[in-house]
């Protein structure tokens, strides 16, 4: 009998903190994803390395734009009192 699963309950046989969840790809994307992973337990670990390292990517980003942007307007306060 199937039952629902409480916070904190690990899936039968897997590590905790692992949720299986069904995705849908176009065609070119599931084949890119069996070149890349081609044994079917490491492709979603091969999609969750990806998803982290595309948020640390983001992170970065965001990181350099607020420097970026600090940067520039500290240049127009100082081209201001200069001016």
């Known amino acids: 009998m199937l039952r629902k ?3 904190g309950d690990v ?3 897997r590590y905790p903190g692992i949720v299986p969840m069904n995705v849908a790809l176009d065609r070119e994307a599931a084949l890119i994803l069996e ?3 081609p044994h079917k337990r490491a492709r979603g670990q ?3 390395r990806l998803l ?3 948020q640390a990517r983001l992170e970065e980003r965001e990181q350099l734009r607020r420097e970026v942007q600090q940067g520039l307007e500290k240049a127009f306060e100082g081209a201001a009192t200069v001016g």
Do not use: E, K, V
């Open 46 to 48: 091969f999609i969750s």
């Open 5 to 7: 699963l409480q916070n």
């Open 35 to 37: 070149a890349l992973a």
């Open 11 to 13: 899936y039968n046989g």
């Open 52 to 54: 982290h390292d595309y």
